[in-house]
């Protein structure tokens, strides 16, 4: 059974930092290249936030560039997303995503992923 569980959320101030864990678990999930973050707001469009190759290439949102670095442990199919200088429009629930094959372009699409975490708030306060 394939599993994506993330932690991490919470909630700060803004200006604060927090860190995301996703571990991917269940058959194959060692062979998972493409790993990304999305995120959630109230009301809103899941957007993608950040994506990882098996690599170590990234992908950002231009609203999260130079606040935002994911990186990726393929060892322990595990994904991470550093978050700094943290602003209250990213508020929202974040969402962990895997699969086996995304093209380059499609790398923020949420459309390309086909296995799902159940999500992490992340709240941030002015």
């Known amino acids: 059974q394939v599993q994506l569980v993330e932690s991490g959320g919470g909630s700060v101030q803004a200006g604060g930092s927090l860190r995301l864990s996703c571990v991917a678990s269940?058959?194959?999930?060692?062979?998972?290249?493409?790993m990304a973050w999305f995120r959630q707001a109230p009301g809103k469009e899941r957007e993608g936030v950040a994506a990882?190759?098996?690599?170590?290439?990234?992908t950002y949102a231009d609203s999260v560039k130079g606040r935002f670095t994911i990186s990726k442990d393929n060892v322990k199919s595990s994904l991470y997303l550093e978050m700094s200088s943290l602003k209250p429009e990213d508020t929202a629930m974040y969402y962990c995503a895997a699969d086996n094959l995304v093209p380059r372009d499609y790398r923020l699409r949420d459309y390309r992923y086909e296995y799902w975490g159940q999500g992490t708030q992340v709240t941030v306060s002015s």
């Open positions: 269940g058959e194959y999930a060692y062979n998972w290249r493409y």
């Open positions: 990882a190759d098996g690599d170590g290439i990234a």
